[in-house]
């Protein structure tokens, strides 16, 4: 399903702190056993928010000033790990429209523009200043700016980057290649027999 | 100039470039398995779209497979339904399915080579990030969301921006005890988890090309970890041998033609690389993680890092690391105590694997406070071991000698640690909770460590252990 513009995305923000934090973090391997996305969106960041006992460990992601919030904010290489799709399916549903990040790993950052997650990757010093906007006041409203390549953030403009390609592809509203993918029908048999496959 | 094997098979797959900027890649070969792909079918019926090259798919399960009893229905119900909805979609799809006990079914990275159907020169993909596998081929193999799998299942092509070429040459001869598990672990430490961004990783280099086959797929199969969408070896007659004869390869007087054409897919001689990398084989050892990245390793001779010698964000991410691990600051890996041993995985779960294991624990038993468990990666692999006798050996020193798939490298089956159980372990990943429990610890090693660990209780240098030299 080709989507809608994304232009712009506004709301309140959370900071999930740490480098590399992978794919078995944002949604660990026991919630992978379903046949639909449908219900990934509690799983997020599971075993980080709970203990073994389904007890809350008060997961920054579970305070009652962050509930709401849209975009998420984290360090380098988010998402590193695994192809699943189930890790950005969840940050979707548990409420997420943009991800901030020093970088990301490729497969996630791919997973998530089919979804319409932007991600953009911002400096340190700027996150470090943006957590503590959040922290201090958890309800400042955030604008990410897909087009102007900006977030701001209660007084403050940060310069943020993205790949053009994903940039190029949400303002088209192209970002689910799937519509695409299928106008070149006849060139793509031309490549399969070309090579043999078909 | 001359091009580079990622250059050239890109070129040849390239159907055109999309209004985005990306490039629509036409898929050679389409594998699938039972948790990224079921969810792609519901979303073709969505849009009321088959699938367009049905014969270019093949299907297996392997993630979340039982390795004591797989006979059906599966005690866990929601496993049995995942089996299920592929078995269904893809018998509507007319896609091949590799069905327990159909001989053929394993870890989706082990069937597609021992079949024959990971072939030089293809574009490969697979909703699994170890698809970088199947590069050990000279392919460009690439792991994918769901998403993707449904657009490749409808279209046979993915929309995708073009990768940088790293070439990363290992020079030289491995030590004895040193294997390929060990080059991979040793470079992800080098460049680090995400030192690949952006890249693909030509090996290349005289330890690369002496390799056999399933040495270079324990190394392209980790260039995930480091970050690598990708990576890839150049076919040389050691692709062409291991693939002549094999069940899917092309036969007779098209194998001869088949080889003429896979030879023109290794990079030129003066091809050009986005970034070159020079190792030394000789300064590889065996390597054991201690942390909770593949890039948090040392050799068995290092001692764990000092938290205290580092500044700032460094520091914080060893502390938290060691503490995870619940390992000391500044101390000897050796000598860890260990509850599991694990030999298996897409990784380190072919036959040669236990071949070169069994040589060593012939003998010897597995110290008693160790739980050993050895998962062959498809049913060929076990076929095969069985035949040579490898699973009474692993028996006899007390492993348990398991049935197909990936077992403990994901825990997505009853295969899981308990508590804050520490397992050596022959897989790809030491993530926190990867093992199947949310406190369990994973060291990386390769098979041979781990049979060392298993049998001495301990992590232990499977160089003296086994008296290698």
Same mark, same amino acid.
């Given at each position: ?42 799983? %997020? ?27 998420? %904010? ?103 290649? %799937?519509?695409?993918? %299928? ?16 | ?469």
């Amino acid at each position: 399903m080709t989507g809608m513009k994304i232009e712009k995305i506004s709301g309140k923000g959370v900071y999930v702190a740490g480098n590399d934090i992978d794919t078995d973090r944002i949604i660990p391997a026991r919630f992978l056993k379903c046949v639909t996305f449908d219900e990934l969106g509690p799983a %997020l960041f599971y075993d980080e928010r709970f203990d073994t006992q389904d007890n809350s460990k008060h997961h920054v992601l579970d305070k009652a000033e962050h509930s709401g919030a849209q975009v998420l %904010l984290s360090d380098a290489n988010f998402g590193c790990g695994s192809s699943r799709e189930h890790a950005p399916q969840a940050i979707q549903k548990f409420g997420f429209k943009a991800v901030i990040a020093e970088s990301f790993a490729e497969i996630f950052h791919g997973n998530c523009t089919t979804l319409g997650i932007p991600c953009v990757t911002m400096v340190k010093t700027d996150r470090e200043m943006i957590a503590k906007i959040i922290a201090n006041d958890p309800d400042t409203d955030m604008i990410v700016d897909i087009e102007g390549l900006k977030v701001i953030c209660g007084n403050h403009v940060f310069n943020v980057e993205m790949k053009d390609s994903a940039r190029e592809a949400f303002l088209a509203a192209s970002y689910d290649p %799937l519509d695409t993918l %299928l106008v070149a029908k006849s060139a793509v048999e031309e490549t399969a027999k070309r090579l043999g496959y078909a | 100039m001359g091009k580079n094997l990622y250059q050239k098979v890109w070129d040849d797959h390239v159907v055109g470039q999309l209004e985005s900027g990306q490039y629509q890649l036409f898929i050679a070969l389409h594998l699938i398995h039972e948790v990224t792909s079921p969810q792609a079918f519901g979303m073709l019926k969505d849009k009321g779209l088959g699938v367009a090259y049905p014969q270019r798919t093949f299907a297996t399960v392997d993630h979340i497979i039982p390795t004591t009893d797989q006979s059906r229905p599966l005690s866990d119900d929601m496993a049995e339904k995942m089996i299920q909805v592929l078995s269904d979609a893809t018998e509507e799809a007319g896609i091949e399915f590799f069905a327990p006990k159909s001989g053929s079914q394993g870890i989706v990275h082990v069937v597609g080579p021992e079949l024959g159907l990971t072939q030089p020169g293809m574009t490969i993909c697979c909703g699994d990030s170890h698809t970088s596998t199947h590069g050990a081929f000279g392919c460009i193999a690439l792991g994918i969301g769901t998403s993707q799998v449904r657009d490749v299942l409808a279209s046979q092509t993915l929309a995708i921006d073009p990768l940088k070429v790293r070439r990363i040459s290992v020079e030289g001869k491995l030590s004895a005890g040193v294997t390929a598990k060990d080059v991979t672990l040793h470079i992800i430490r080098m460049l680090g988890v995400n030192g690949g961004v952006g890249f693909a990783y030509e090996y290349a280099g005289s330890a690369i090309e002496s390799m056999t086959m399933e040495e270079r797929m324990t190394v392209c199969n980790m260039s995930i970890e480091g970050g690598a969408r990708c990576g890839y070896i150049n076919p040389d007659q050691t692709t062409f041998d291991f693939l002549q004869g094999k069940e899917r390869s092309p036969q007779g007087a098209e194998f001869d033609s088949a080889v003429e054409r896979w030879k023109s897919y290794a990079s030129d001689a003066d091809a050009s690389y986005d970034d070159e990398i020079v190792i030394q084989a000789a300064e590889i050892k065996p390597t054991v993680t201690w942390g909770i990245t593949p890039a948090q390793s040392i050799s068995i001779e290092e001692l764990t890092p000092d938290p205290e010698a580092v500044e700032g964000l460094d520091k914080d991410l060893i502390n938290d690391a060691l503490s995870y691990m619940k390992l000391a600051a500044n101390a000897p890996i050796k000598g860890t105590k260990i509850d599991v041993a694990f030999i298996g995985s897409c990784t380190n779960g072919r036959l040669s694997d236990f071949e070169a294991v069994a040589k060593l624990i012939e003998g010897r038993h597995v110290a008693s406070n160790v739980k050993a468990i050895a998962v062959p990666g498809s049913e060929k692999v076990d076929v095969a071991a069985r035949a040579l006798g490898l699973h009474e050996i692993f028996e006899a020193a007390g492993f348990e000698w398991r049935l197909p798939g990936c077992s403990m490298c994901l825990a997505m089956n009853p295969d899981k640690l308990v508590g804050d159980e520490i397992c050596a372990s022959s897989s790809n990943r030491n993530f926190v909770g990867r093992q199947g429990s949310p406190t369990g610890r994973t060291l990386l090693m390769s098979p041979m460590m781990v049979a060392a660990a298993a049998i001495e209780g301990h992590v232990a240098d499977a160089r003296e252990v086994f008296g290698l030299e």
